[in-house]
């Protein structure tokens, strides 16, 4: 398994509040992701980047902003949290290889709870 | 529409005994195929990865299995372990590289029972 940070594991927050989900990562990956996954159902990607001071939108329209300042660091922000923002949200990372199939790593997730 | 589906949705199965999971796809183009163990609170981890030109791949007691001509392909379980209990999700990719977009089926969640 490889070595993806994710805090909190588990939030519970109100309506309204700001909350700011973070991961990070000690491989030097270049590529990481942030996937959404409700119960039963598939990953969604939300968002991804290729670098520093790389960002783009995924699959799935969400609310949400990230930034990367830093290569280690991918954090999620949502400014204004809301009950469909519940879900469970998983980063990853990549590293581009020569072989055509690439290997994606992923952190252990945060569950957040918007009441 | 680029799709993946798995079967069964769920499984139930004794300590010991073999199970097979089944993976149908349409993406198009078709690069690799892989297979991922999501325990229950976890993020996926991967069990093998498979392109066009490989059939058969093993990763300890699983064996996944492609045939790109019926875009199909199975994991299979031997000898069954409690810690095998989890999701298991077959995730198909359109390209190579990391600019390939990657299409995930919901998951078989197999239990195994003692």
């Known amino acids: 398994e490889a070595d993806i940070y994710q805090t909190p594991r588990y939030l519970v927050i109100g309506t309204g509040k700001k909350i700011t989900l973070e991961c990070s990562q000690t491989?030097?990956?270049?590529?990481m992701y942030w996937y959404q996954q409700d119960p039963g159902m598939e990953l969604h990607l939300i968002h991804y980047?290729?670098?520093?001071?790389?960002?783009e939108k995924g699959d799935l329209s969400s609310e949400s902003t990230v930034s990367r300042i830093r290569t280690e660091h991918f954090p999620l922000t949502l400014e204004s949290a809301r009950p469909s923002h519940t879900s469970q949200y998983l980063c990853?990372?990549?590293?581009?290889?020569?072989?055509?199939?690439?290997?994606?790593?992923f952190g252990p997730g945060t569950r957040l709870t918007v009441t | 529409k680029n799709q993946v589906e798995q079967s069964p949705q769920s499984l139930i199965i004794l300590e010991g005994k073999n199970c097979t999971l089944q993976?149908?796809?349409?993406?198009?183009?078709?690069?690799?195929l892989r297979w991922y163990k999501q325990d229950t609170g976890r993020g996926p981890v991967s069990l093998t990865i498979?392109?066009?030109?490989?059939n058969t791949k093993s990763n300890g007691r699983y064996t996944a299995t492609l045939d790109a001509d019926t875009k199909q392909s199975s994991l299979h379980i031997t000898a069954s372990q409690l810690s095998d209990s989890a999701s298991y999700i077959c995730?198909?990719?359109?390209?190579?590289?990391?600019?390939?977009?990657?299409?995930f089926g919901r998951g078989t969640q197999l239990t195994v029972w003692p």
């Open positions: 990853a990372t990549s590293v581009e290889e020569e072989r055509a199939a690439y290997e994606q790593y």
């Open positions: 491989m030097g990956h270049d590529k």
């Open positions: 980047s290729y670098g520093v001071n790389s960002t």
């Open positions: 993976c149908n796809y349409t993406v198009s183009p078709f690069s690799n």
């Open positions: 498979m392109t066009f030109s490989e």
């Open positions: 995730v198909v990719s359109d390209r190579g590289s990391t600019l390939g977009r990657l299409y």
